[in-house]
C-alpha cells in the first residue's frame, strides 16, 4: 500500500520560514507528479505547487515568489520550502502524487494525511 507522510509543519510567527517534506512509500513503479495542495479552515482546498518528474513546476499566484517546490526522485520525496509566511497561509498542507504501482497499471492520485501550519505572532 503506497502512504505519502508529510512532516515539517507548525507554529511561526509572520516573516517566517518553514520546510515541509512529503515522502512517498509503498510498492511504487512512478510517480508522474507530485505536489502540495492546502486548506484553510472554510476553504476548499487549493493548489499551492506542483512539480513533474522531469521538474516542471506550477506555482499559485498567491505564493510566487515566496515559496520553492522541489523534488527527490530517488527518494521519492517532495519538498515545499516557505519563505515569508503571512497568516493567510494558515491552512492544512496536503502532499499528493500521481502514481503508478506497476507499468501496466493505469496513473492514480494518493493524498497524505495532511500537516498543519499555523502563521500567527
Known amino acids: 500500500q503506497v502512504q505519502l507522510v508529510e512532516s515539517g509543519g507548525g507554529l511561526v510567527q509572520p516573516g517566517g520560514s518553514l520546510r515541509l517534506s512529503c515522502a512517498a512509500s509503498g510498492i511504487i513503479f512512478s510517480i508522474n507528479v507530485m505536489g502540495w495542495y492546502r486548506q484553510a479552515p472554510g476553504k476548499q482546498r487549493e493548489l499551492v505547487a506542483t512539480i513533474t518528474s522531469g521538474g516542471r513546476i506550477n506555482y499559485a499566484d498567491s505564493v510566487k515568489g515566496r515559496f520553492t517546490i522541489s523534488r527527490d526522485n530517488a527518494k521519492n520525496t517532495v519538498y515545499l520550502e516557505m519563505n515569508n509566511l503571512k497568516p493567510e497561509d494558515t491552512a492544512v498542507y496536503y502532499c499528493?502524487?500521481?502514481?503508478?504501482?506497476?507499468?501496466?497499471?493505469?496513473?492514480?492520485?494518493?493524498w497524505g494525511q495532511g500537516t498543519q501550519v499555523t502563521v500567527s505572532s
Open positions: 499528493y502524487g500521481i502514481l503508478r504501482i506497476n507499468p501496466q497499471s493505469a496513473y492514480y492520485n494518493q
